[in-house]
Every structure is written in structure tokens, then in C-alpha cells.
């Protein structure tokens, strides 16, 4: 079975600076991962996704996230931070295997920008 | 285009009530899911369609909830004798499930449920 481990429960960053938002999986096959992003009151929004091509995935809004199996992360990063990157993040990874292809999440990361 | 939609955006209903969720996916899309989104659970996979398969139902908490897809589009969640512990955002999801690009899910605003 997949799982998702969130690292981080909260991270707070200063407009302008690096985000780093830390996922590692757990999977038995070849995984599908992807971040997802919701703002306040917000459904969830895709930012980026990694199916086997390339390691390194370039999302919206400036973000990407780099798969490395060797240490099964895929943390998601962004070279300066701006207000409205304030949200709540999730690392979400799919249950190919099951067929049925249902997400499994992580527990979240909430991002704070500070003027 | 037109995304995923859900209604209502809001229910308050009183314990021990039914209540019916709506979600019309997006046009074209085979796969629909529901998930359930609570502080003590986070997000949580409920029920699964693909096209004319039966339903998986696996994630489904307790044989209050049902839900059922008409005509392969427009899907409603069903909850009987709704318990406070069913208060939660309830999310739709539907995706093409495409050569290429099988697990994408584009997701609805959602439908938050408060049982008094």
C-alpha cells in the first residue's frame, strides 16, 4: 500500500526567500506523485504531478518539485515566496496499483508568508 | 472549460437527518471519486466509478453513505441518520483517465457538512 509522509506540519518563510515543503512516499510500485495546493475556503488546485518522465517537474505559479527514489522524496520547492503562495499543501501520491487509482494524502503543510 | 461542480456549498442539518451531496464532474470524464476531508482524518478516499464498472466502495465508513452515478456523469452522495461525527468538506473529483495521464484528478469546491 502507498502512504505519505508530510515532514513538516507548518513552515513559515519571508516574502522573497526559498519555500521548501518536504514529502516522502511510500510505494510498492513505480508511483504517480503530485502536490496539490489549497487556498482558504478553496477546493483543491494541482500544482504539479511526476508520471515517470522527467525527475525534475516544473508546476504553476514558480513551483517544482524533484523525485529522487533513492531517499522516495518529492519535495516541492520555490525560489522566493510571495503572499498569495499562503495556503495549505498537500503531497498526494496515487494508488496505481489498486486499479482503482483513488489518491492517497499526506497530513498537509501549511505555508505561511510573512511581509 | 467548466470544472468540477458541487452542490450545496454549504448543508447544516440535524443529527439523525438524510442529506444528499451533488457532484456534476467534468464533461467526458470516466472516473468519478468522493473523498471526505475532517480535522482528525485529513483527506480520505470514500468511493470510486469508472464508467459502467461497479462502483468501488471500499473506503465508505459505515453503511450510511451510498452513493450512486447516473447515466455516467452527475453522482450523489448519500447520507442516512447523519451523526455529528459526518461533519467534514466532501470532495469530488473526476478525471479523464487517459493513456498517458491515468491518475490526474481535478477536484470540486467541495461540500461542507455540519451535523448538529
Known amino acids: 500500500a502507498q502512504s505519505v509522509t508530510q515532514l513538516d506540519s507548518h513552515v513559515s518563510v519571508s516574502e522573497g526567500t526559498p519555500v521548501l515543503l518536504r514529502c516522502n512516499y511510500s510505494s510498492s510500485y513505480s508511483p504517480s506523485l503530485f502536490w496539490y495546493v489549497q487556498h482558504p475556503n478553496k477546493g483543491l488546485q494541482l500544482l504539479l504531478k511526476?508520471?515517470?518522465?522527467?525527475?525534475l517537474v516544473k508546476g504553476i505559479n514558480g513551483f517544482e518539485a524533484e523525485f529522487k527514489k533513492s531517499e522516495t522524496s518529492f519535495h516541492l520547492t520555490k525560489p522566493s515566496a510571495h503572499m498569495s503562495d499562503a495556503a495549505e499543501y498537500f503531497c498526494v501520491v496515487s494508488e496505481g496499483d489498486t486499479g482503482r487509482r483513488a489518491l492517497t494524502f499526506g497530513s498537509g503543510t501549511r505555508l505561511q508568508v510573512q511581509p | 472549460g467548466a470544472g468540477v461542480s458541487q452542490s450545496p456549498s454549504n448543508k447544516v442539518t440535524e443529527k439523525g437527518k438524510d442529506v444528499e451531496l451533488r457532484c456534476d464532474p467534468i464533461s467526458g470524464h470516466t472516473a468519478l471519486y468522493w473523498y471526505r476531508q475532517s480535522l482528525g482524518q485529513g483527506l480520505e478516499f470514500l468511493i470510486y466509478?469508472?464508467?459502467?464498472?461497479?462502483?468501488?466502495k471500499s473506503g465508505l465508513p459505515s453503511d450510511r453513505f451510498s452513493a450512486e452515478r447516473t447515466g455516467g456523469s452527475v453522482s450523489t452522495l448519500t447520507i442516512q441518520r447523519t451523526q455529528q461525527e459526518d461533519s467534514a468538506v466532501y470532495l469530488c473529483?473526476?478525471?479523464?483517465?487517459?493513456?498517458?495521464?491515468?491518475?490526474?484528478?481535478?477536484f470540486g469546491p467541495g461540500t461542507r457538512l455540519t451535523v448538529l
Open positions: 511526476y508520471t515517470s518522465a522527467a525527475t
Open positions: 473529483a473526476s478525471s479523464p483517465q487517459m493513456a498517458g495521464d491515468l491518475d490526474t484528478q481535478y
Open positions: 466509478f469508472q464508467g459502467n464498472s461497479a462502483p468501488d
